[in-house]
Nanobody, 125 residues
Framework: QVQLVESGGGLVQVGGSLRLACAAS????????IGWFRQAPGKEREGVSC????????YYADPVKGRFTISRDNAKNTVYLQMDSLKPEDTAVYYC??????????????????WGQGTQVTVSS
């Protein structure tokens, strides 16, 4: 059983940066793929980025490529999402998810059993 807690959300102006953290307890994350997803009001949940359990595999959705960076610190049992050059359309609740899945599946929300409670990101123009 894995418990996930997101943090780092908040209100930021256009062009600003935030770093989200997904801290895990109950199990070590090194064997888990981690995904970041977001859901804006009135919209479906969408994949943002993910990182495989092995080193080197990462995925970014087209809207965030070049602006967001995902990384993991296994010693701290935490995965980060660095978000730069933020835009109003990045406003959403951001969720992290974890599971022991193939890296190539890490962008699929249905692949995950464990989810955090979400953290709000609001980008003001």
């Amino acid at each position: 059983q894995v418990q996930l807690v997101e943090s780092g959300g908040g209100l930021v102006q256009v062009g600003g940066s935030l770093r989200l953290a997904c801290a895990a307890s109950g199990s070590t994350l090194d064997a888990y793929a981690i995904g970041w997803f977001r859901q804006a009001p009135g919209k479906e949940r969408e994949g943002v980025s993910c990182i495989g359990s092995g080193f080197g595999y990462t995925y970014y959705a087209d809207p965030v490529k070049g602006r967001f960076t995902i990384s993991r610190d296994n010693a701290k049992n935490t995965v980060y999402l660095q978000m730069d050059s933020l835009k109003p359309e990045d406003t959403a609740v951001y969720y992290c998810a974890a599971d022991r899945i193939l890296s190539r599946l890490c962008a699929l929300s249905i692949a995950y059993e464990y989810w955090g409670q979400g953290t709000q990101v609001t980008v003001s123009s």
